[in-house]
């Protein structure tokens, strides 16, 4: 039924058919591959979804771990999502804000809102927001997201401030994505839900999004406007896992091969229960967690370079898990509803939010968990900001260069955190871990770079990045 051009429907259904699982040879030959940082092709990646011993996955986990940190190092990247509309055109069933949802209530924040979620989300420490909107489409729906781009961008709480907003909203038009791409934002980021066009009619009732092909060409039109960063994703529970991975990998190689630069990041969330959705109460394609942790593996392994996001949807020990799998973005202390940080709206919260969540921890405990496990949490914004986007990024991604920006970066933004949100066990814990990262950095001269610039923050000096 698919007759979209890059993805080959009946190539990944015969994949599927003659599925089998792979002799160990076979799986350590694509593992060893998989190391060189050089990704792999669908024939390998299927390979790997097939993988049945738990001997073999544990390899898998073990090379998606490496090519992790061989890429971005032992980081991971911090953001909240930042909900300003519920309002929605669309008829999705497995949504909470779809448009014949009568249980929902529609809000949608005026300025004065925005700006006091904004604050709540600088005293929580929070630099990078993902703006989300629910999908209307018309110029003056495109005029008030860019206005809570300026907004937000221009509140001041002491020193602190939002440093990059990504934005997942609506399709757009080539011309749209033109006066979007002059806010400033980060990355443009839409998901497919599924790229099986079957399935896809039956879940994506009305309204616009019911449209398979306008939404699968959105990224391109965000390219050819001169949108730089973009990130793709699915919604794994609607149709065969296996088949979404695929077709995902297909949309990526287009976009390599059409523009030379491939997504900046890839979501995978799970269908989580929401308002008035039997769906998502039971989807038909469940995706247990065994499956779960391979998915993400695979995925970094098959495209190394790019950064794996991983939402609030997941309770903490998959979260927890997934650190270790390849995972290179998450959310933290995430409301799915407008207002939901000043919880002006505390007690409707439930019929205003979008989808519920797994982990429901602050900032700070999910902070604190990243540390124990090793990890510096990063609230960088320094590629964005010095223009390192697009092809300029990809350069130096794919060898794993980048890490020389993301660890060092990582670490200023962690120092400031914990010197002004910190608590005493914190700041210690804090400390200790960034000595033992700065005593990773192998480069000498940028090891004393760094020092110099840590004795800078601790002496008040803010938003510091190479």
């Known amino acids: 039924m698919n007759n979209y051009k890059f993805i080959d429907d009946k190539k990944i259904h015969s994949l599927l058919n003659d599925a089998k699982i792979p002799d160990d040879g076979r799986a350590y030959d694509i593992l060893r591959k998989g ?119 221009g509140v001041r709480d002491g020193t602190q401030n939002i440093r990059r907003i990504n934005v997942n909203i609506a399709p757009l038009s080539v011309w749209q994505f033109k006066r979007l791409e002059r806010c400033k934002i980060g990355t443009y980021q839409i998901f497919q839900e599924t790229y099986h066009e079957e399935t896809y009619g039956k879940v994506h009732l009305k309204g616009p999004k019911s449209n398979y092909n306008f939404r699968l060409e959105t990224i391109d039109r965000a390219f050819k406007a001169g949108i730089d960063d973009v990130g793709i994703g699915v919604l794994f529970g609607l149709y065969d896992w296996k088949y979404e991975v695929l077709a995902m990998v297909e949309h990526i190689r287009h976009l390599e091969h059409q523009f030379g630069v491939g997504p900046h990041t890839i979501s995978v969330p799970r269908i989580e229960p929401a308002l008035n959705s039997p769906i998502s109460k039971n989807p038909p394609f469940v ?29 903490e020990k998959v979260r927890r898990e997934a650190f270790e799998l390849g995972v290179s973005q998450i959310s933290a202390g995430s409301k799915t509803n407008p207002g939901g940080y000043n919880e002006r709206d505390k007690h409707n919260a439930d019929n205003l939010e979008q989808f519920s969540l797994g982990d429901t921890r602050s900032t700070s405990e999910v902070i604190k968990d990243i540390v124990q496990c090793g990890y510096i949490p990063s609230f960088c914004t320094g590629c964005y900001r010095k223009g390192r986007v ?26 400031e955190y914990i010197h002004d949100f910190g608590d005493r066990s914190l700041k210690k814990e804090g400390r200790e871990l960034i000595d033992k990262m700065l005593v990773e950095i192998q480069n000498e001269q940028l090891q004393d770079k760094v020092r110099d610039k840590l004795s800078l923050i601790s002496d008040g000096k803010r938003d510091i990045f190479f």
């Open 35 to 153: 190391r060189e940082l050089k990704g792999l092709d669908s024939g390998e990646i299927f390979d790997l979804l097939n993988v049945k011993d738990s001997k073999i996955k544990n390899e898998i986990f073990k090379v998606a771990k490496y090519v992790k940190q061989e890429i971005y190092g032992k980081r991971l990247v911090l953001f909240a999502p930042f909900y300003v509309s519920n309002y929605c055109q669309n008829e999705c069933t497995y949504c909470a804000y779809r448009s014949q949802n009568g249980g929902l209530i529609r809000k949608k924040l005026d300025e004065e809102e925005i700006i006091e979620e904004t604050k709540m989300l600088l005293k929580d420490g929070h630099k990078r927001v993902l703006l989300v909107a629910g999908e209307t489409h018309s110029d003056r729906d495109l005029d008030f997201v860019m206005e809570s781009i300026d907004t937000i961008y």
């Open 287 to 315: 995706v247990n967690d065994e499956d779960f942790k391979l998915i993400i593996s695979v995925l970094r392994i098959a495209i190394p370079y790019t950064g794996i996001i991983l939402s609030t949807r997941e309770n």
């Open 390 to 415: 697009g092809n300029d990024f990809m350069d130096l991604a794919i060898p794993g260069l980048i890490k020389e920006h993301c660890i060092p970066n990582g670490i200023f933004t962690f120092a």
